[in-house]
């Protein structure tokens, strides 16, 4: 399983950034897909998150500001994280991943154990 990313970069807060992230290599037709982050001295944690059966998931803290959107084709998924009105809280690297075979996406601890496929990551960095 292959997960390729974009997109990322630096803005002022109150900008618009755009991740995508290509999901290719895989035969299962169901899955969860979408995006983590880290950034120092804070958890790994889900931003948005999206299913097979399209069902979506947003933290708290991006809820209204970020919307994640999918382009499914055979064996591949392209994945859109629209990011409005970022804060300098938003500054991260971001991680796309992929949990197959499973139609929903589970509680974020389980989730995080059971990803086994990750994107290389991209730098979005809001400068107030």
């Known amino acids: 399983v292959q997960l390729v990313e974009s997109g990322g970069g630096s803005v002022q807060a109150g900008g618009s950034l755009r991740l995508m992230c290509v999901v290719s290599?895989?035969?299962?037709?169901?899955?969860?897909m979408g995006w983590f982050r880290q950034a120092p001295g804070r958890e790994h944690g889900g931003v948005p998150l999206?299913?097979?059966?399209?069902?979506?998931?947003?933290a708290d803290s991006v809820k209204g500001r970020f919307t994640i959107s999918q382009i499914n084709t055979e064996n591949k998924n392209t994945l859109y994280l629209q990011m409005n009105s970022l804060k300098p809280e938003d500054t991260a690297m971001y991680y796309c991943?992929?949990?197959?075979?499973?139609?929903?996406?589970?509680?974020?601890?389980?989730?995080?154990?059971?990803?086994?496929?990750w994107g290389q990551g991209t730098q979005v960095t809001v400068s107030s």
């Open positions: 991943a992929a949990d197959l075979g499973i139609p929903y996406c589970m509680a974020l601890p389980l989730l995080r154990a059971r990803i086994k496929s």
């Open positions: 290599g895989y035969t299962y037709n169901t899955y969860c």
């Open positions: 999206i299913d097979s059966n399209r069902g979506t998931w947003y």
